[in-house]
Each structure stands twice: as C-alpha cells, then as structure tokens.
C-alpha cells in the first residue's frame, strides 16, 4: 500500500473543486498538484515508461520522509502517487537523523523491475553512501537492496579521512544515472568528498557497478579536482553533454556545461551556458535532471533545476527551462512562463 503525503491531500480533494489545471511553466513559482498542494519532489528525476512521466524526488516537509512519486502524461498536471520507497526502509544512518537525496529510476528491460538509484548520508554527510532499491512497479513500495560505495580507488586518501574512505570506499554523494541507446546503464556521482565526479557503468540488472571494475573502461574520473555536483547528463547525435554545479551547499552557483564523445571522457567545459540576469548563479538553481521535450524533434530538451530556499528546503520551487543543442552546445535562458510551442522559436534561430 501506498504512504500518502498527509491526509489532508485526500480529504482536501474531495471537499474543494480541483484546482485550474496550469497551462504552461512557470519556473520558480509555486507549482500545485492534481490535488492542489506544492509539488514536493526536489533534486529528482523523470521516467518515462508507456507514455506516462513518473517523476522521483526527495521531499523537504520538515523531517525527510523518504521519495515522493508523482505521475503525468503532459508534464504540467502531477498527480501525487505518494511515497515510493518511505524512509523506515533505509539504514539507520540515513533513516534517524540523516538524508536521502537525488533518487533516480531507470526501467532494466531485462529483469522487467523499476531500479532506484539515491545518495544516503548521516548529518554530519560522512556517511555518503549509494543506496539501490527496486520495484515491480513504478510508483513502488520499492524494495530496499542495499547501500554501499561502488568504487575504491587509492586517489591519495586524506590522512584522518573524516569519510574513512580507505576504509570504506571513496564517497558516493549527488548523482544521477544513465541509460544509453545500447541498454548499458551508468552512474555519475560526486565522488573523493566531492572533488572529482566518477562515472560507473551498471551490472545487467543495474543494482551494482558492471564487474570487474576496470579504470577507463567500465568506470572513471572525470572533472577532476574541480569540485562538480548535481550531475545532469544526456545525449544527442552520438556526443554527451554534462550539467553540472559548483559546491555550494544550497546556495546557487554557475553552472558548467561539460561535451564528450564517450562516456569515460576525456569531457571538455564549455563554460556556463546560462545567458541573462542572474546566469552566475543559474537563476538562483541547481541543476537535477535533462529531459528530452516530449513530442519535439531531436535536440529539444528541458532543464530541471531547484531553486533551494536553504532555511525552510520544503518551500524551494522548481525551475525548468527549455532548450535545444545547436553546433555542439546550448542556452539556458530564464522565461517567467512557457510552453511546448516554444521550441519552434528556439529551432527557428537555426
Ligand atoms: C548541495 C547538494 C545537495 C545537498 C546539499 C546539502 O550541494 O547538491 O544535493 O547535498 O548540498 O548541503
């Protein structure tokens, strides 16, 4: 059975007329549900299976809860499905007092389960473990597999690593997966204490790191030393691209656009591809996923961010923006509203 997100979601639905369904994107602005409350669903990312977007995030509603699921086939109506893997589930370090961030699903073909991937730490963020659930359906109850470090590699470990990471395995904290056009399943994730960002391909079933771990050919180091998170990869024409942010904690910072023409690197900046007013700071976001624009040609993609409010994390918003990759690279401009037929502006600069 499913948690849902406070009994007063269910009850308000029934009493209230439901409320106008939004025509358009709105980013940073307050954005209800099919049942009229806040979407909660930060650091997240979209699935897309059948037709129907389920999209994963963490919830900020005082204490963490665990990971929220919503589902819609345009993008703009959310219906709440609940919580798709709650937070008893977890390990004592994540579960008491710490958190779960940035989930992500991918849908393995082969084994037919829906498998999340998410980053698990303690308060003091030392814990900075993945953790891997699945499911047999996509709003869950997800079942907890286990948590772990998937690579251990000697980078010069720290004397009196707080992180324990000769110990332990290096640190595994904002992440995002990856399915490419050949099925083979990857992870990125901060990694080394957020110094450098690893890159990780998937066993088949896309529970573990694909085995025996071979430096540049089954996992790597990329952005090396550069202190890169909340990595949001995609693909277009044969070439991979990689948004990434600074390490601030909650407070935005400019965002780096990083090309490859595989997956291992070497990736090559191109520089903050933010334009405008406030383009340093990524309009006052930080970046969690890239989704192809549904229904749009090749090279129409929507940028999801959050716009984090660091004292009270359970009002931040969502910033998503649309933009297509032309010559290699791409705009990220701040719009106050828009909708799908924008992307025929945006290819019409062609
Ligand atoms: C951010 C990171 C978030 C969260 C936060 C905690 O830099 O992107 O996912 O971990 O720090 O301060």
Redo the contacts with the bound molecule.
Sequence with gaps: MLATLGAGCLLGAEAAPRPAAPAAFEPGKVWLDTQGNPIRSH?GGILEREGVYYWYG?ERAGRPSGVTVYRSRDLLNWEPLGLALPREVLPEEARERG?C??PKVLWNAKTRRYVMWM?L?NRQ?TYAMAGVAVSEKPEGPFAFLEAFRPVRFDFGYPENDRCRQKELGNTF??MNLFLDDDGQAYVFY?SED?RTMYIVRLNEAFTRPAEPLVQGRTWARILVDQYR??PAPFKYRNKYYLIT?G????NPNAADLSVANSLFGPWTSRGNPCVGPERHLTFRA?STFVLPAPGKPPGCFIFMADR?E?KRLEQSTHVWLPFVVREDTLLLEFRERWDFSIYDALRGGQ
Excluded: I, K, L, M
Excluded at 247 to 250: A, L, N, R, S
């Design positions: 650091a963490q958190v961030e940035r980053h730490d963020y904290r904002d901060a957020n998170e909340a942010s390490c601030t904690g909650w930080q984090w660091p």
